[in-house]
């Protein structure tokens, strides 16, 4: 294993970066739209081993003050040695000074929180998905159930609408 990480976006082989990101059943988009989605990226992280791309990373921002990250992968054979870490943690710098927010599979919200992510309360997403594709973000753990309230939250006034409701 010869691994290197890049962080810009100069001579990348997107069919790898489509590869890397199929195989870990993230996105299934073509190679021309992940140059697409990458290249408009704030920032990005593409790991090597020798020459092929085996782990990537993306993060969009406004540059100051609010990013938002995306499509961490890495393959699987390369899992579980820090090279993870190394990836997001080259991301991460790059967003210095910034909040991030990221939505991710609940098989790694335990890993974000080793990064120090803290889940948000009142994130709330709006997801441009056919029916069957937000049933199993359903299904699998993505969403709160329609209409949840956190416990506390049921006593609070502000949380009832505009005050001239009720
Ligand atoms: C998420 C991913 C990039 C992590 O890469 P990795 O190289 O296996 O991670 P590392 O070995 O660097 O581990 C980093 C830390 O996170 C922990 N960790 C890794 N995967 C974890 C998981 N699923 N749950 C909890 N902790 C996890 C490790 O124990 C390690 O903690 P430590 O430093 O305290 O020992 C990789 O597992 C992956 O690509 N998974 C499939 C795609 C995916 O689920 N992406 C995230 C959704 S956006």
């Given amino acids: 294993m010869n ?7 100069d001579n990348i082989n997107w069919e790898e970066v489509a590869g890397v990101l199929k195989r870990s059943s993230l996105s299934d988009h073509s190679p021309k739209e992940q140059q697409i989605a990458f290249e408009n990226s ?19 921002s406004d540059g ?3 990013a938002a990250i995306y499509n961490v992968a890495l393959d699987e054979e390369y899992q579980g040695h820090g090279i993870g870490r190394e990836m997001i943690n080259r991301l ?3 967003l210095k000074g910034q909040n991030i927010i990221l939505y991710t599979h609940p098989r790694t919200v335990l890993m974000y929180e ?3 992510f ?11 998905a056919g029916s069957e594709q937000l049933e199993w973000l359903e299904d699998t753990g993505f969403f709160l159930p329609e209409g949840f309230r956190f416990a506390d939250e049921y006593k609070r006034e502000d949380m009832k609408g505009p005050a001239w409701r009720h």
Avoid: S, W
């Avoid at 704030?42 to 969009?60: E, K, N, P, S, T």
């Fill in 118 to 128: 803290r889940r948000a309360k009142t994130a709330l997403e709006l997801f441009q």
């Fill in 42 to 60: 704030y920032a990005v992280v593409f790991v090597y081993d020798d020459d092929r791309i085996v782990g990537v990373a993306r993060a969009l």
């Fill in 3 to 9: 691994i290197t990480y890049k962080i810009t976006k």
């Fill in 114 to 116: 080793k990064f120090g």
């Fill in 92 to 94: 991460i710098a790059q």
């Fill in 64 to 66: 100051l003050f609010q």
